[in-house]
């Protein structure tokens, strides 16, 4: 069936594979491999300040699995920030929420340390483009008396003041 030139060279070929096998079992894998994980730019922690003195009265506010829990028995106790004073944190690029108890929102900081969000926002809370996150509202108060689209209202009103 194979003749004599053919065995030799499978045979040929198999011995190569096995010094190319036996060669990176010896050496390991090469240096330039990357390692699995994020890029770097992913890891990468940015000092990003939290501004929410405007708030008044004063009250408490928390950024989930950052800063010190806002829910507890007690909030005079609480180690959650007061709105009185800002803080700097630092968070790597990703999404991240603001609670306070009255008025909540997502926000994401950049690659590059920039922030991001709804522009729906933008009559309570200031800093897009930046890395400090002003919070000027205890709550929202949509401009013209309507949800904002931030909110998933797909109601429209019909001009009677119906809707």
Known sequence: MYSASSRVSIRGKLFLWGLALAGVLVTGFPANVPAAGPPPAYNKEHTITIDP???VPQSWWQVPGVTPPLW???PETSDAYRTTETHELKLKPGQYKFISFTFDFPFTVS?????EFSKSLD???EG???????VRCKRTYPHGGQRDAYYGNSEVSDGAGTR
């Open 53 to 55: 003195t405007p708030l």
């Open 72 to 74: 507890v028995l007690d």
């Open 111 to 115: 690659l590059d340390g920039r922030l």
């Open 123 to 125: 009559q309570c809370v």
């Open 128 to 134: 897009r483009g930046t890395q400090t996150l002003v």
